[in-house]
Structure formats: C-alpha cells, structure tokens
C-alpha cells in the first residue's frame, strides 16, 4: 500500500523523528510505498491566509471555505497545500507523527489539517463520516508524552489519551478515513531503555498493522434530524470516566 507519514517536530534528531524513520524502514520492509511530509522541515504553514489560493473567488471578504471550495473546482491552490492534497490522494494509509504539547497537537498538524482538508475533496454536502471524499483509506496517530501512559487514563492525572486525540480522530473520520487505535510512546526522556522498548512496541504494531481492526464511530444513521443519536443507541465517544 501507499504510506504518508505527516511528521511534525522540529529537531531532526527527536524521538518523533527516530519514530518516523522506524515506521518507513519498518513499512518498506514490508513492500510498501512510503512519502514523509516533514512540516517543520518544509517550514509547513500552519495559518490559513490568502496565499492559498492563486486566485480569489471573493477579493472583498475572506470566505474560506467558499474560496477553498472554488481553489479544488478551479485547481487553484498554492503549490505547498497542492502537494499535500497530491499526497493524501496517493496514500492509502497515512500516519500522524507528533508530540503532545499542551495536551494537545503541535499547532502545525491542526494547521495541516486546516488547509488540506478542503471541502470538494475530503468533505461536502452528504460526503462526510462513512461518505467522506478519504473514504476506503485508513489513518493513525503516533504520539509521544514524557508523563507514564498511566497518567493519559480515565483514573490518571491527566485524563484518558482517547478523549485528548478525540478532535484529530475524529476530524479523521470526518473525512472519510478508518481509524486505527492511536500508538503512544510514553516517557520518552526518561531513558535509553524507555525508547528502546517504545521503539520495539511500535516496530511489531506496525508489521501487523495491515489486518488491524478501525474504531468504532457512529454511522449517519445512528443520528436523528436533532443531531442527536437515536433512543436505544449507546455513545461512542470516549469520555474521561471510560478512556
């Protein structure tokens, strides 16, 4: 399959870095195809802003999803959110690589999913979720926390992991993608034995990553017109007494 690697952490020789290049050899050693898009390496813009678009639809007002919208119908994007759009088209199967900070993404990934994830392509009217334009492909995140993996659970200091990455995994489904559960490399300066082992854990993760099973996530049909799910049905989204 086709492998897009979404790396984000500007010290080239971090851990997340290390987690990188051990999922490509990983991966290809298995005969997959993988791209990397290093978002600090290409110095990624994570503001969305009117370079953009080559052309504007609306000069007057900044409507970004209206100029986003016309920039796909039109191919009128910048030359850096095209090359991501061409990647995302290519993958089959794309992985986030970042840290947490602040109990939450590098600015730069919410950026990226901010300016690639352009109605047209990934989303629109009744394309969305199961339907969604990345529909068939598979994502997921690679995180690493310095805490213990016990202080990102229900019970631990800092609440569960799941309810943490719930907006990124969620825009992921948003999209269309099948999500795959989140890998996390937990204290990660504590010692050369912690990330060996990390390292190990997610070098067999990623070999048997090809039968592993998605998250659930509810179906349109799961919701009535309120937006709310149905009488019966049970919620899957993760909360901080369940995580």
């Known amino acids: 399959m086709n492998v897009l690697i979404v790396y984000a952490h500007p010290e080239p020789k971090s851990f997340n870095a290390a987690l ?46 209206g100029e986003q919208a016309h920039a796909w119908k039109t191919q009128g994007f910048a030359g850096d959110i095209k090359a991501e759009i061409d990647n995302l088209a290519w993958a089959d199967f794309v992985i986030l690589q970042f ?20 109605p047209g392509f990934t989303y629109g009217r009744g394309k969305w979720f199961e339907t969604g334009g990345l529909a068939g492909k598979r994502a997921m ?4 926390v310095d805490a213990s993996r016990e202080a990102y659970s229900a019970q631990g200091r800092y609440g569960g992991l799941e309810v943490l990455l719930w ?38 993760r990623l070999r048997g990553i090809d039968g592993e099973a998605p998250l659930a996530f509810h179906a349109a049909s799961d919701f009535g017109e309120d937006d709310l799910l149905k009488p019966g049905i049970a919620s899957m989204v993760p909360s901080m007494r369940t995580a």
């Open 99 to 118: 840290p947490i900070w602040w109990f939450g993404p590098p600015a730069v990934v919410k950026g990226w999913m901010d300016r690639v994830f352009v």
């Open 167 to 204: 907006p990124v995994n969620v825009s992921l489904r948003f999209v269309g993608f099948d999500v795959l559960r989140p890998f996390c490399a937990a204290k990660v300066s504590e010692s050369e034995e912690s990330r060996r082992r990390s390292l190990e854990a997610y070098a067999a």
């Open 20 to 65: 990188r290049d051990l999922a490509q050899s990983t991966l290809e050693a298995k005969g997959h195809r993988v791209r990397v898009s290093d978002l600090y390496g290409s110095a990624f813009e994570a503001r969305v802003t009117r370079r953009d678009f080559l052309a504007a639809k609306d000069p007057a007002m900044l409507n970004i999803i």
């Open 141 to 144: 995140l690679s995180v690493t």
